[in-house]
């Protein structure tokens, strides 16, 4: 069975960083594209940033390019967000997922499996 954790979410300042990290079991980490989504309450999931099976290949939203840095670890099934300058906007549950042959990465449905998220919150 899989299972995708995050983790590392938490309380920080506007301009203040967070690595968040996301422990996989269940699946060979090097098999799946990875992806991370955020939800702020009341709104739709969002794309976030997007992995490569290899690490090869990275792509993000608009609004985090330059200041989030998405990473992988395949010996470890983790994947990682690095996330700097974080902004009062970037406030939301972060969530992992997994996907096998993605062909549109920013779509939410072409994802296998999902983690429960972590909730990032940041204050002005």
């Known amino acids: 069975q899989v299972q995708l954790v995050e983790s590392g979410g938490g309380l920080v300042q506007a301009g203040g960083s967070l690595r968040l990290s996301c422990s996989a079991s269940?699946?060979?980490?090097?098999?799946?594209?990875m992806a991370w989504f955020r939800q702020a309450q009341g709104k739709e999931r969002e794309f976030v940033a997007a992995?490569?099976?290899?690490?090869?290949?990275?792509g993000y939203v608009y609004s985090v390019k330059g200041r989030f840095t998405i990473s992988r670890d395949n010996a470890k099934n983790t994947v990682y967000v690095q996330m700097n300058s974080l902004k009062p906007e970037d406030t939301a549950v972060y969530y992992c997922?997994?996907?096998?042959?993605?062909?549109?990465?920013?779509?939410?449905?072409?994802?296998?499996?999902w983690g429960q998220g972590t909730q990032v919150t940041v204050s002005s």
């Open positions: 992995i490569s099976r290899f690490g090869g290949t990275t």
């Open positions: 269940g699946l060979t980490a090097s098999t799946y594209t």
């Open positions: 997922t997994a996907g096998l042959r993605t062909s549109a990465a920013r779509l939410w449905n072409q994802y296998n499996y």
